[in-house]
């Protein structure tokens, strides 16, 4: 089996190497060449692909990329990647995109005679390095037993059904744990404000009903302005976005995740999507400085 790799960046390149150590052959593309190096010293197994007309070998090709229009520009058009595979191959997503853009991407694989499959992944990239990132798995069932020894080389497989459900998975968590972080801020200026310094809050609200994922692992760099971008500010407001998008096409009105949603633009908008989304903590801080 010869498989393809499309994007080999923060999330995608562990995954690539993973497939490259388990011994498996790799056609790697990345248009920064020397992230696709990173990739390729796995192992002897992986391969350099030039242009997307290299993938007419493959029997599988992965994609892992930030935004949805990455995805959608990477697999359609005259020299999307559809154009060139053979049928009968399948395509395994793995970016974090709504279930309208994975629904659009699954009937034009169809229509080249390719099979789709939603593959959402759940944690950071030094899980997906273990091979420990959970996936969220949805697509024809046929098509996701043909590709499951795949799963477990790169993650944690977790058959969710459904090619929404698989792309709902990820985008609730995120939704959730962006709100959390929003409220954590504003926790954390509130207790500025009684006098506690939140590194000397957080130790306090760890052995009580506010404590989450974001507080222990955010928590401390809010304290410390530590914002080096371990998950880009810009990258949580398009989750955002996406959920929020997500849930009004179905007729819902998620409210408070629409408010972490302005909070989010709100620091983006401030220059600070590079940043870590930690970083809300200080567009709040900066709001109140310059509140009438």
């Avoid at 029997?59 to 559809?82: I, K, M, N, S, W």
């Avoid at 007729?251 to 970083?279: I, N």
């Amino acid at each position: 089996m010869t498989l393809g790799f499309i994007g080999t960046g923060t999330m995608g390149g562990p995954l690539a190497r993973n497939l490259i150590r388990a011994g498996k052959t790799v056609l790697v593309y990345n248009r920064t060449p020397h992230k696709v190096d990173a990739v390729l010293a796995a192992g002897t197994t992986g391969r350099r692909a030039a242009a997307f007309a290299d993938f007419a070998v493959c029997d599988v090709v992965f994609t892992c990329l930030a935004l949805p229009e990455h995805v959608t520009q990477a697999a359609l058009g005259p020299d999307g990647v559809y154009a060139f595979l053979r049928p009968g191959s399948v395509h395994i997503e793995l970016s974090t995109i709504d279930p309208a853009t994975a629904h659009a991407l699954a009937d034009a694989a169809a229509q080249h005679g390719v099979a789709y499959v939603q593959c959402t992944l759940g944690k950071t990239p030094a899980h997906a390095e273990k091979a420990e990132e959970p996936l969220f798995i949805g697509g024809d069932p046929q098509t996701v037993e043909r590709v499951s020894p795949l799963f477990p080389l790169i993650g944690v497989p977790n058959f969710v059904g459904t090619i929404d459900a698989a792309c709902a998975v990820k985008l609730i968590s995120n939704l959730i744990g962006m709100a959390n972080l929003a409220v954590l801020a504003e926790g954390l200026r509130l207790g500025e404000a009684a006098g506690l310094a939140p590194a000397d809050l957080l130790p306090l609200l760890a052995d009580t009903g506010a404590r989450s994922f974001q507080m222990d692992v955010r928590g401390p760099w809010m304290a410390a302005s530590d914002y080096a971008p371990r998950f880009a500010l810009a990258l949580a407001l398009k989750d955002v976005r996406l959920g929020c998008e997500m849930a009004r096409s179905w007729g819902l009105s998620p409210q408070l995740m629409e408010a972490a949603l302005a909070f989010f633009r709100r620091a983006d908008a401030e220059g600070r999507g590079a940043e870590d989304c930690a970083a809300v903590y200080e567009c709040l801080r900066r709001q109140e400085a310059t509140a009438p």
